[in-house]
């Protein structure tokens, strides 16, 4: 009885990541400036999440500061900005073009070292309204659940060395919570993680706990950890607008 529970849990699993992988999710941001040398056709990760009827588009603050004018001081576009638009990397004919930054902020600098400083209230994401969807896709719904240590969650986007495709899916597993970061273990994942910075990090059913900052190599264990901002500020701050 327990070898068929265990055999029974495992398809159970493979069949809900099977599903979770064939579910469009990810996107690629687009940003494009009424400069445009200031343009940037792949700006790392970004998705689409639903509240009380709303669509909104998110993405990773540090973004910003690989794709913005130099104008730009703070997380304001200061007028610059032509159009943000996102994309599945595979297929530029099904977009989002966002329309408002909800969360723009002129005290909130642009600079890696105010990012660095900050690091454990930093905020590392950006929520835009939605001005067009062109897209078949369901946008994802926030966990309320707290996650289990252990517990296997999934960032779903492209490195910048991911070739033109499908969307990845990279498998991790849940440590701990320290401020406003998750500290994933990878399981199996990128050789190099530069550009999955916004992906989202789902549960096995595909709620949203989270978005990928950062990750590295842990001096001690040797362990591959990736570091995902925790999404529950973002869902407080969408659920407090007026």
């Known amino acids: 009885m327990i070898v068929v529970t265990v055999i029974t849990l495992i398809l159970i699993s493979c069949s809900s990541t099977k599903k979770l992988n064939n579910t469009p999710i990810a996107l690629i941001n687009n940003v494009s400036y009424q400069d445009s040398s200031f343009d940037n056709s792949n700006a790392s990760n970004s998705f689409l999440v639903a509240h009380e009827g709303n669509t909104y588009a998110i993405t990773a603050k540090h973004i910003l500061m690989i794709a913005k004018t130099d104008a730009m001081k703070f997380v304001d ?23 408002k ?23 590392d994401w950006l ?11 369901t946008p994802l719904s926030f966990r ?9 969650l999934y960032a779903i986007g ?19 919570t320290k401020g406003n970061f998750h ?3 990878q399981i199996n994942g990128p050789n190099s993680m530069g550009g999955l ?22 001096e001690n264990t040797k362990e591959v950890l990736l570091q995902a901002t925790d999404i529950k500020n973002a869902f407080e701050f969408i659920s407090n607008m007026k």
């Open 197 to 218: 910075s916004g992906a989202p990090v789902v549960d096995n059913k595909g709620k949203i706990v989270g978005l990928v900052s950062s990750g590295g190599e842990d």
């Open 158 to 176: 492209w490195t910048y060395k991911d070739t033109v495709g499908s969307q990845r899916m990279y498998e991790y597993k849940f440590d701990t």
């Open 77 to 99: 576009f200061e007028g610059g900005l032509k159009q943000w638009k996102m994309h599945p990397k595979n297929d530029s004919t099904k977009f989002i073009v966002a329309d």
């Open 127 to 137: 929520v835009f309204s939605v001005k067009e969807n062109k897209t078949d896709y």
């Open 101 to 123: 930054l909800l969360n723009a902020n002129r005290k909130d600098s642009l600079t890696w070292d105010y990012m660095d400083t900050n690091w454990d209230t930093y905020e």
């Open 144 to 152: 309320k659940k707290p996650l289990k240590k252990g517990e296997h």
């Open 183 to 185: 500290s994933l273990i």
